[in-house]
């Protein structure tokens, strides 16, 4: 799988979007690009996948960078209960995901 | 819908003593993933199962821990004997080949291990 890079940490003001980077210059053309958050004390939670093309869902926006080297989630409007551990990951066809060290993101009031 | 479900939520036990966690995944789901997770490793994934036949157990640490998927709902992951050092949160997680763009894996909210 090709490795990503994300920054260890980063603050978010409540109300605000909330830009998460991730670097993942070595990705091949059939890797996906995969977002999770893991709140305390929980399991992973899915937010949005994509391949190409920028993805938009209920809880998150993918900007994938046109070379795919990076992406970029957002967060629209974070709040209190975003604060968590946010990975990037990207996926070959093989069906599992590895996972890094991900963004600590806290979001304050 | 219900979703991945794992028990013992919490466990405590004794060096030396047999660990089974249990999973339950997502009903239809073709694929289970069984993770670890502790401060210095992060998540790591121990094994994954396609169809209940084991695909990839690369990730096992070692001939103490064992899993099984005897059928499409259920799952074992079995440590014997426990070591402090299995003490970990241990989570499973499940998904459905899909033939459109990727497929997602979701997880169960995890078993803690802390072996004494």
């Known amino acids: 799988d090709a490795k990503t890079t994300q920054p260890p940490s980063m603050d978010c003001a409540e109300g605000r979007a909330a830009n998460l980077p991730c670097n993942h210059s070595?990705?091949?053309?059939?890797?996906?690009v995969y977002w999770y958050r893991q709140i305390h004390s929980q399991g992973p939670q899915y937010i949005i996948h994509?391949?190409?093309n920028n993805e938009t869902n209920e809880m998150a926006s993918l900007i994938i960078t046109e070379d795919r080297k990076s992406s970029t989630l957002i967060l629209p409007h974070a709040t209190l209960r975003d604060t968590a551990v946010y990975y990037c990951?990207?996926?070959?066809?093989?069906?599992?995901?590895?996972f890094g060290a991900g963004t600590t993101v806290t979001v304050r009031a | 819908d219900a979703g991945v479900i794992q028990s013992p939520r919490h466990e405590v036990t004794e060096m030396g003593q047999e660990v089974t966690l249990r999973c339950k995944p997502i009903?239809?789901?073709?694929?289970l993933f069984w993770y670890r997770q502790t401060m210095m490793r992060g998540l790591e994934l121990l094994i994954y199962?396609?169809?209940?036949?084991?695909?990839?157990d690369s990730g096992m640490p070692e001939d103490r821990f064992s899993a099984k998927m005897p059928n499409a709902s259920f799952s074992t992951l079995k440590i014997q004997p426990s070591e402090p050092r299995d003490s970990a949160v241990y989570f499973c997680?499940?998904?459905?080949?899909?033939?459109?763009?990727?497929?997602?894996?979701?997880f169960g909210e995890g078993s803690w291990l802390t072996v004494v």
């Open positions: 070595t990705i091949s053309g059939n890797e996906y």
């Open positions: 009903s239809g789901h073709d694929y």
């Open positions: 994509g391949l190409k």
């Open positions: 997680a499940s998904s459905l080949r899909g033939r459109s763009s990727g497929n997602t894996i979701y």
């Open positions: 199962f396609n169809n209940n036949v084991p695909i990839d």
């Open positions: 990951i990207v996926r070959t066809n093989d069906y599992k995901l590895s």
